[in-house]
């Protein structure tokens, strides 16, 4: 089974921190994802990777960074945390990109920012 | 672009009732769809995919059926248990995924 995790499952954070969220998966996927999901949102793209060292700008990525430079890590980094990204976040794999590929979940991080 | 629109909830059903879950969409040439399930406090996991029209996609007593002339993907289960009680979302790949906005199912014994 394709297992994906992520470093916390809760984090607190004051406004301005630096605040690193980390995911690794065990299945030699070449492609990584993270998500913010909100409440009547659904789960929105900030950022993915299709591999090391390589990243792409999702629907959402103000605000945010990643790193990627080891195959099975994908980090994301918020610069100077607010309020408004008080979410939960969600990292994915998956080992193609076509249509048919499925996307695996980490178990989320969910993030305050006060 | 694509999208995908599911009906809002919340569910919430008696336990052995019919479910039945919409799910539209909308994009260019042929996308693959999907169901995930979140658990309260969990992560999504893959609840079952179709890949090509009238492809039926099934798993844990839950089927959805790829409908191109309606552009559906509409989750059913026959008898929903307590267990089922989660949030539900649809979502379709076109080389680019996309989710609904998510469903909860709230069952009661």
């Known amino acids: 089974d394709v297992k994906v995790t992520q470093s916390s499952r809760y984090l607190v954070k004051r406004t301005g921190e630096k605040v690193f969220l980390e995911c690794v998966q065990d299945m030699d996927h070449e492609n990584m994802f993270w998500y913010r999901q909100d409440p009547g949102l659904g789960l929105r793209l900030i950022y993915f990777s299709y591999d090391v060292k390589m990243k792409e700008k999702g629907d959402i990525p103000e605000g945010y960074s990643v790193s990627r430079e080891k195959k099975e890590r994908f980090s994301l980094i918020l610069e100077s945390a607010s309020t408004n990204q008080t979410s939960m976040y969600l990292c994915?794999?998956?080992?193609?990109w076509g249509a048919g590929d499925t996307q695996y979940f980490g178990p989320g991080t969910r993030l305050t920012v006060l | 672009g694509n999208s995908v629109t599911q009906m809002e909830g919340p569910v919430t059903l008696s336990e052995e009732a019919f479910l039945t879950i919409n799910c539209t969409y909308t994009a260019t040439g042929y996308p693959s769809l999907f169901w995930y399930v979140q658990y309260p406090g969990e992560g999504l996991q893959l609840l079952l995919k179709a890949t090509k029209a009238d492809d039926k996609g099934s798993n844990k007593g839950f089927e959805a059926t790829y409908r191109k002339e309606t552009t559906s993907f509409h989750l059913e289960k026959g008898s929903v248990q307590v267990s089922d009680s989660a949030v539900y979302f649809c979502?379709?790949?076109?080389?680019?995924?996309?989710f609904g906005a998510g469903t909860r199912l709230t069952v009661k014994p």
């Open positions: 994915a794999s998956s080992s193609g």
């Open positions: 979502a379709l790949n076109n080389n680019d995924m996309r």
